[in-house]
T-cell receptor, first 110, second 112 residues
């Protein structure tokens, strides 16, 4: 089993709709998690940090389920500019290497 | 404020050659990490350095090495290049080895 797994998608989303996708992790010792956004042929950019049960930033909500070992990202009122690959990250241990999932591709269409 | 910078942006090498990639972290950041990203996959961890000491190493062969300088900039060296080393090499910096990491634009390496 991969340490961090994501549905590769693509998730085709009508503009204005809500989309949500999950990321599962295998290391129960992971304490903090991150969502990064990556545009085509660009570097990943930090979208959100998740340290406890969840986090919300505008249209973006991340939730952590430690019992089932997954985190989710929900995007409300999708914009065309939300089209990107969303990378889930679970550090192996505090301060240790970041373990990335393969990414979930989201395509928002008019 | 300048973000993480990397050089060169693109590089073409042939099999067997070696390459040195460079990274300057965000001012004030003392930790630098290196990642390899192959097309269609997430970044794979190579090394993490903090205060010039190696803090972590991923599953990469000994052909890969790195170091961090007193000014916290870093170099990634790859010897005896293979075709499979073709990838985007990303550098990320953080305040220390516990905090969020911020990525540079990457160096795209092509091995022919």
């Amino acid at each position: 089993r991969k340490e961090v797994e994501q549905d590769p998608g693509p998730f085709n989303v009508p503009e204005g709709a809500t989309v949500a996708f999950n990321c599962t992790y295998s290391n129960s010792a992971s304490q903090s998690f991150f969502w990064y956004r990556q545009d085509c042929r660009k570097e990943p950019k930090l979208l959100m940090s998740v340290y406890s049960s969840g986090n919300e930033d505008g249209r973006f909500t991340a939730q952590l389920n430690r019992a089932s070992q997954y985190i989710s990202l929900l995007i409300r009122d999708s914009k065309l500019s939300d089209s990107a690959t969303y990378l889930c990250v679970a550090p192996k241990a505090a301060g240790n290497k970041l373990t990335f999932g393969g990414g979930t591709r989201v395509l928002v269409k008019p | 404020d300048a973000g993480v910078t990397q050089s060169p942006t693109h590089l073409i090498k042939t099999r067997g050659q070696h390459v040195t990639l460079r990274c300057s972290p965000i001012s004030g950041h003392k930790s630098v990490s290196w990642y390899q990203q192959v097309l269609g996959q997430g970044p794979q961890f190579i090394f993490q350095y903090y205060e010039k000491e190696e803090r972590g190493r991923g599953n990469f062969p000994d052909r890969f090495s790195a170091r961090q300088f007193p000014n916290y900039s870093s170099e990634l060296n790859v010897n005896a290049l293979l075709l499979g080393d073709s990838a985007l090499y990303l550098c990320a910096s953080s305040l220390d080895w516990l905090n969020e990491q911020f990525f540079g634009p990457g160096t795209r390496l092509t091995v022919l």
